[in-house]
């Protein structure tokens, strides 16, 4: 789509930008963003991934990278690196394992950097992980970062309606289109038996349908000991389903 | 012990207040606060239960009581209601479904109401389900609500030794002493094949122990299906080690 961008900026030859977000912490939207990404790799497009929550970030755990340190090239741009076929880009890698301590206009400064001050390069699709919520920093960052369309990431047991509600609302204001919900640990499979079990309860997939007109895009299931194992998660058939829906 | 009570405080008469608290949402801190109140009143002791998280009741869900209204005595102090054996008392009873929408002081203001305008009445426990987190908010609970100990509940995945930490030394800085640890979603017994999964990796308390001294008082298991149901996930071995802990 036409982009109105700075001079220079590091989105210019990035064809697609999606979001994925969530209301609330700890459903796996960074797990889902990850693997979102190298499907889309996989599948051979050229694709990047933006960590961009300063906070919380996320990229180093997923794809194991603890080495700290940025590169930048000869025009002063960040090198994003390179892992599972994905340029990522995350703060985590300027602050290891420390949390980032630092107040509003600092934070927007930074995340300012991770979107136009990094040689993205050409890109057909740029992943960019939320903070998690469904306010005024995920509105404004939509804003920055140019996102074209929005997943949004829940669970059975952390799926509240009204905080849907309040995500459509934030992403229609900024005429960003959502493309679906994606359930995650929506059932757990006993590698033992088989015996398919809905821990956290049934599917809210079918209220979100009626009440908003969200589809569900794709309901993933608790796997053992996913830390560290993005590519085996990326495999799964339920993985490509959100990637199906991204693509079209 | 000796109390710093206003004239007429509701809490004049409680022996025990004990915190559950957490660093992160959603790792079933207040399913823990319910089960624990719900355990003290099985076991015979007079027990209170109040839900101080404003912006996310979880009482009315807990306890299946939707009807909403708050009902007060001839002193006007508000009537705690009696469910499973304790008096339990939720800003969601006057609420409803619709979410609290106020500022800071008002917020402070309410909790107080719910300290100390309740007939709480003669209480040998009084558990208070505080708002996760372990900022200044937790801090002024803290002080506000004379918690007498404090019980932190995790998860495998939603651990983080800097956010224990952070919450260990709030805790120090207002003379609560943390009881241990309470590691939730721990692991899942498949009721087809009895096989034990370690879905969200392995348990923290070894490192709790090490860093910080801090005892896992209990590991809980994640449950199919719990909503509602929280005099069945009180009469669970597992359940009755955190009630242990608290009454010892
Ligand atoms: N389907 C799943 N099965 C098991 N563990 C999961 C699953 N999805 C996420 N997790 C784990 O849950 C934790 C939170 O996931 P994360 O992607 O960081 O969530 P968020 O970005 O919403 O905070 C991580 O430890 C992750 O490995
Ligand atoms: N051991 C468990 N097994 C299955 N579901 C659980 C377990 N503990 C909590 N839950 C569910 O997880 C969700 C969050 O629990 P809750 O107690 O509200 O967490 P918090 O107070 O930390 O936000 C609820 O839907 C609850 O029923
Ligand atoms: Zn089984």
Chains 1, 2 share one sequence.
Not at 6 to 26: D, F, M, P, R
Not at 130 to 151: C, N
Not at 158 to 182: C, H, N, Q, W, Y
Not at 186 to 215: M, T, V, W
Request: hydrophobic fraction near 40%.
């Amino acid at each position: 789509p036409e982009r109105k961008l700075a001079q220079g900026s590091g989105l210019a030859k990035v064809a697609n930008i999606i979001a994925v977000t969530s209301c609330k912490g700890g459903v796996g939207k960074s797990t889902v963003a990850g693997m979102l990404a190298v499907n889309l790799a996989k599948r051979g497009y050229r694709t990047g991934l933006l960590d961009a929550d300063i906070f919380g970030p996320s990229v180093p755990t997923l794809f194991q990278l603890h080495e700290t340190g940025v590169e930048t090239n000869a025009d002063e741009y960040i090198v994003p690196r390179d892992s599972e076929g994905v340029s990522v880009m995350s703060f985590g890698f300027m602050l290891g394992d420390q949390p980032a301590v630092m107040r509003g206009p600092m934070v927007s400064n930074f995340v300012q950097q991770l979107l136009h001050q990094v040689a993205w390069g050409e890109l057909d699709y740029l992943v960019v992980d939320f903070p998690p919520g469904t306010g005024d920093v995920q509105l404004t960052l939509s804003q920055q970062a140019q996102i074209d369309a929005a997943v949004i990431v829940t669970t059975p047991h952390a799926l509240s309606l009204t905080d849907v509600r309040k995500g459509i609302l934030m992403f229609e204001k900024v005429d960003v289109p959502v493309i679906g919900v994606v359930e995650n640990m929506a059932y757990f499979i006993c590698d033992g038996c088989e015996k398919k079990h809905y821990i956290f309860g049934p599917s809210g997939g079918n209220s979100l349908q009626e009440r908003f007109g969200l589809e569900t895009l794709a309901t993933l299931p608790l796997r053992n000991s996913l830390q560290g194992n993005i590519d085996a998660l990326a495999a799964t058939p339920e993985s490509s389903a959100t990637t199906d829906a991204v693509v079209m």
